[in-house]
């Protein structure tokens, strides 16, 4: 059977004519022809004959995929969107080996959330972002419960007219302030990945018990446990909070140097984990709530079994106080940074290290991995902004050194301070909280 696909059709335009081609037609020659625009030199030329490629299904798709090489870079993200829609085989192969993050910008910027203490996630299905920050009492609220503000937002993926491609567009779905009962100034919020709960704790300064922690149930707006652990004789303490992605395990570090497992199903603590000769600083817990990592100012990291409650690794080679550490999602890889600027990626089974990344902007502020584990993202603890670095944890390879933007007038003030990252379950999305605002960051 005659293949008549490169035939000229209704509306095709005929090399040669006198009429002029109505929008939307083809240019006799087809696809071969549209394949020789691609070369020429004007890059805005390369731009249309892009676009008109996805009249051909999965014939244009070659096209498209060559595209990612043009040296122009405006036509490789016009190329990259188009592939984002497409599915197949030879799509994934080609963004698989295509690096979009050199042009991330920052697309949305929600501005006075006043984020000091706060977390943020991003839900498994990438369609929802929750943040929570506590809000400072004001003088005259003094000895009132504090308040915690819930914001969330729905992604929703528009066809702008004139656009090709999905463009990512946040509608607030609820903005909720709370009370809670915690008598003291909070500092460290966590949530589970789905939002379902959150567990606070503050800087204690009471001489007669311990730092109290809040787990709330947040479908229900209401605290389901008070914890009471890490006294210090009335020394104000700084506590860190890991929960599992399970929402069965809840861990407490402090600078009494312990490290405590709650156990959220029953309510209760199972085990008081010591070993540390200096304060606990951070904490990661694998997704099950299996496998606990501590990391303190005494330059070490210890991995524990939390079934047991029994010490697998003390791992001794930071040169800095440990600062964060975070598990991957299949419990398989931990990395570890520190004050003195170090990363170090580990194996979970079996203690040792795997390689060494280097951060040239001093002390390690921020650090997450992307879902699939591939990615690595971190940034400094500079109070006037930290560029994001991101690496492959698949090659170790850096993809790119990401320059967070300042808000107004072009330069940089402490409220820029990253104090947390996060990625979408996609990769397409990176989502920074600071002092002053939430960025949302991807491709134009």
């Known amino acids: ?60 798709l070659d096209c498209v995929i060559g595209a990612l090489q043009d040296p122009q870079s405006q036509v490789q993200i016009a190329a990259y969107k188009i592939l984002r829609q497409a599915t197949g085989v030879r799509v994934e192969k080609a963004l698989k080996n295509f690096n979009p993050y050199p042009f991330f910008q920052c697309l949305y910027t929600f501005e006075n959330l006043s984020c000091a203490y706060g977390t943020h996630a991003i839900s498994p299905d990438g369609k ?75 800087k204690s ?11 709330i149930d947040l479908e229900n707006m209401k605290n389901i446990y008070h914890f009471y652990g890490h006294n210090r004789g009335g020394k104000k303490q700084k506590n860190c909070l890991a929960i599992s992605k399970n929402a069965k395990i809840l861990v407490s570090g402090s600078e009494d140097k312990s490290a405590i497992i709650w ?8 085990y008081t984990l010591r070993g540390h000769s200096q304060a606990i600083t951070a904490l990661g817990l694998s997704p099950e709530g ?49 004050r003195e600027g170090s990363i170090k990626v580990w194996d979970v089974k079996t203690g040792q290290k795997k390689s060494d990344l280097s951060f040239p902007n001093g002390a390690i502020g921020s650090l997450t991995l992307s879902l699939d584990g591939k990615l ?8 006037w902004g930290s560029p994001i670095y991101i690496w492959s944890l698949t090659t170790g390879a850096l993809l790119t050194i990401l320059e967070t ?23 397409q999305m990176i989502v920074t909280r600071s002092y002053g605002d939430l960025k949302i960051w991807g491709v134009p």
């Open 128 to 202: 929802r972002l929750f943040v929570y920050v506590y809000k400072g009492l004001s003088q005259a609220e003094q000895g009132q419960n504090c308040k915690i503000l819930c914001l969330q937002w729905h992604l929703n993926w528009t066809k702008f007219p004139n656009l090709h491609w999905l463009y990512p567009e946040f509608l607030p779905v609820h903005s909720v302030c709370f009370r809670n009962s915690s008598p003291d100034p909070i500092n460290t919020l966590v949530m589970t990945p789905d939002s379902r709960f959150l567990a606070i704790a503050g």
């Open 290 to 338: 299996d496998i606990l990592a501590t990391g303190s100012q005494d330059y070490t990291i210890k991995l524990w079994d939390v079934n047991t409650g029994q010490l697998l690794y003390n791992i001794k080679e930071h040169s800095g106080a440990i600062a964060v550490l975070c598990i991957s999602d299949n419990g398989e890889i931990l990395v570890s940074g520190d």
């Open 205 to 215: 300064d009471s001489r007669l018990g311990d730092t109290r922690i809040d787990v």
């Open 263 to 270: 156990d959220l199903a029953r309510g209760c603590q199972t």
């Open 405 to 427: 933007t300042p808000n107004q007038g072009g330069e940089k003030t402490s409220r820029d301070r990253i104090l947390g990252i996060t990625i979408s379950p996609d990769n």
């Open 1 to 60: 059977m005659i293949n008549l696909e490169n035939e000229p059709k209704t509306y095709d335009a005929v090399l040669g004519g006198k009429s002029q081609p109505l929008p939307g037609s083809l240019v006799l020659g087809g696809l071969e022809a549209l394949k020789g625009r691609l070369t020429s030199p004007v890059p805005q030329e390369r731009l249309k004959a892009l676009w008109e490629t996805t009249k051909y299904g999965s014939k244009g």
């Open 376 to 383: 690595l993202l971190c940034c400094g603890t500079s109070y």
